[in-house]
Every structure is written in structure tokens, then in C-alpha cells.
């Protein structure tokens, strides 16, 4: 039987049985899918089009399809949110236009987080020991006061410490230390954020 990533523990299988990956066999449910068609439509009609103001009609949005957003979260129109119950935003936490948050894992988003325009979250990859080429997904965590520059790309299971950057166009797929400031693919700390308190 084939169930959603959702349900599995960070590093599970999609499928414990033999998936046929290569002769089109679906990785999820069919529910599963029908969720997700349903909120792209939805988010197509109802959120991508609108104004940066809108914001609140686009946390309704969110939440009305499991996502846990505070209510100073901003999520732009142009974003992309491949299933809304894995993505959680707190206070003041921003995802810029056209951020990829590619939610088949949890992504937890903190306190005052930036994640900048065209920047990819990215929980999803497959077994590359394995002939059926499985799906997995371990989460990301972007901790208080971090900030994802643009175009940035960050990778399964990677947690982002709080107060550090990921600099332009980077590429983490190990943890950054808190406060560090991180450029390059991969990406190199090069120095230390001064720290702050809000």
C-alpha cells in the first residue's frame, strides 16, 4: 500500500513494498493527490494572483488547507506550497515571491525568518542505493532570525540555526551554525553574524 510521505518518519520509505517508479506507479495515495490538486487549483483561483497586501486572505487560504500560520506570517502570492499541513510559520516569519517550499517533509519556519524571493525549501529526495529509486523526506527547520537570501537552495533534513544566512544563490544540505554567515555550493561559513537579542 502506498501512503502519503506525511505519515512516515523523517527518512521513511513513501512505500514499504516494491514500487515501480520507473513504469509510472503513484508514490502517494490517491487522495493524497486529489488533496493536492485541489489546493493548487484553489491556490491558482483564489491566492496567486493577489496583491503582497493581501496577506491575510493568503494565511486564510493556508490555513483552511492545514498549514499552521501565525497571523503575522506572510506568505506571497507568487509562492509555491506543494502541501500546506507539512508547512508551519511563526510570528513575523516571511516566504518572498516565487519561494519554492517543496513541503513532501516538514518545514518549520521561526520567529522573524526571511526566506528571499526565488529560494527553494526543498524536503524531498529519493534512495540512490535503491534500483526502485524510493522517495524520501526529512524535514527543515529554519530557526528565529534567520534569513535565506535569494535564490538560495536548502536541502533535506538541513536545519538553519538561528540569527544565520544563507547567502545568494547558496546551497545547504548540512546544518548552519547559529549566526554564521554561509555562501557558496555547498555552502562555506566565511564569518560570524553579530549576535542580537530582540
Known amino acids: 500500500m502506498i501512503e502519503p510521505v506525511s505519515n512516515l518518519p ?3 520509505h513513501v512505500q514499504t513494498g516494491t514500487l515501480k517508479t520507473f513504469e509510472g506507479a503513484p508514490s502517494f495515495s490517491l487522495s493524497h493527490r486529489l488533496f493536492r490538486l485541489t489546493w493548487k487549483i484553489v491556490w491558482r483561483l483564489l491566492g496567486a494572483w493577489t496583491p503582497p497586501p493581501c496577506k491575510g486572505w493568503r494565511r486564510f487560504l493556508l490555513r483552511s488547507f492545514g498549514a499552521k500560520i501565525h497571523k503575522t506570517a506572510n ?11 507539512n ?3 511563526a510570528a513575523r516569519s516571511t516566504l518572498g515571491p516565487k519561494v519554492n517550499c517543496y513541503t513532501m517533509g516538514k518545514i518549520e519556519i521561526g520567529e522573524n525568518v526571511v526566506v528571499s524571493q526565488n529560494a527553494s525549501l526543498c524536503t524531498g529526495t529519493h534512495s540512490i542505493n535503491e534500483p526502485s529509486f524510493q522517495i524520501l523526506c526529512r524535514p527543515i527547520r529554519l530557526e528565529a532570525d534567520s534569513w535565506v537570501c535569494a535564490e538560495a537552495f536548502i536541502g533535506p533534513g538541513v536545519t538553519v540555526g538561528a540569527g544565520a544566512v544563507l547567502g545568494a544563490r547558496a546551497a545547504a544540505f548540512a546544518d548552519l551554525e547559529a549566526w554564521g554567515i554561509y555562501r557558496g555550493n555547498p555552502a562555506q561559513k566565511v564569518k560570524m553574524r553579530e549576535s542580537f537579542r530582540r
Open 75 to 85: 506568505v506571497y502570492g507568487s509562492a509555491i506550497i506543494w502541501y500546506p499541513p
Open 87 to 89: 508547512l508551519t510559520m
Open 10 to 12: 523523517a527518512g521513511a
